[in-house]
Antibody, heavy 117, light 107 residues
Framework: EVQLLESGGGLVQPGGSLRLSCAAS????????MSWVRQAPGKGLEWVSG????????YYADPVQGRFTISRDNSKNTLYLQMNSLRVEDTAVYFC??????????WGQGTLVTVSS | DIQMTQSPSSLSASVGDRVTITCRAS??????LNWYQQKPGKAPKLLMY???SFQSGVPSRFSGSGSGTDFSLSINGLQPEDFGTYYC?????????FGQGTKVEIK
């Protein structure tokens, strides 16, 4: 059974950093397309960053380009999102999701990031 | 970036009604269009992928159609459990953008 479990969210001041983790089970992260998707309070879904599969290309949404870094540790089967220079507008629930061209078929439960002074 | 525009932003319908949500892409995305349902406090659930293919376990009252720039999701015979917010998403090219959502309420 595919499972995704996010952790690492919390309260951080503007300009601070946070690293989110997504522990995967039931499949191998090394050959899977994965993404981070966020949802600000009361707002819609916003794709943030992702890996494709075979080429391991990485992509970022414009609002986070240069501040966020996606990575994965295949030995731990864990996906990460390093978030630097955080802004108030980065406040959201962050989901990790498995999938690529065929949509995101599996999602974690989400972890809340609050950026506030 | 490819922009996705959904309409309407919300709707209210009765049990048994046929409901249609539309999604328009700012450029052609072939059939790389996916639909999700999200309920409050929960992660989204993939309903349809590649415009018209059912994700496993999705009831047959849901259907998707379209290609190029214009797509639609229909619910034929709305059920009480179909309330929630529906999102389209393009997986043609990154960034893999979502529509702004359509909130479906049951009268």
């Amino acid at each position: 059974e595919v499972q995704l479990l996010e952790s690492g969210g919390g309260l951080v001041q503007p300009g601070g950093s946070l690293r989110l983790s997504c522990a995967a089970s039931g499949f191998s992260l090394s050959n899977s397309a994965m993404s981070w998707v966020r949802q600000a309070p009361g707002k819609g879904l916003e794709w943030v960053s992702g890996f494709t599969t075979s080429t391991a290309g990485t992509y970022y949404a414009d609002p986070v380009q240069g501040r966020f870094t996606i990575s994965r540790d295949n030995s731990k089967n864990t996906l990460y999102l390093q978030m630097n220079s955080l802004r108030v507008e980065d406040t959201a629930v962050y989901f990790c999701a498995k999938g690529g061209g065929g949509g995101f078929a599996y999602w974690g439960q989400g972890t809340l990031v609050t950026v506030s002074s | 970036d490819i922009q996705m525009t959904q309409s309407p932003s919300s709707l209210s319908a009765s049990v048994g009604d046929r409901v249609t949500i539309t999604c328009r892409a700012s450029q052609s995305i072939a059939s790389y269009l996916n639909w999700y349902q999200q309920k409050p406090g929960k992660a989204p659930k993939l309903l349809m992928y590649a415009s018209s293919s059912f994700q496993s376990g999705v009831p047959s009252r849901f259907s998707g159609s379209g290609s190029g720039t214009d797509f639609s999701l229909s619910i034929n015979g709305l059920q009480p459990e179909d309330f929630g917010t529906y999102y389209c998403q393009q997986s043609y090219s990154p960034p893999w953008t979502f529509g702004q959502g359509t909130k479906v309420e049951i009268k």
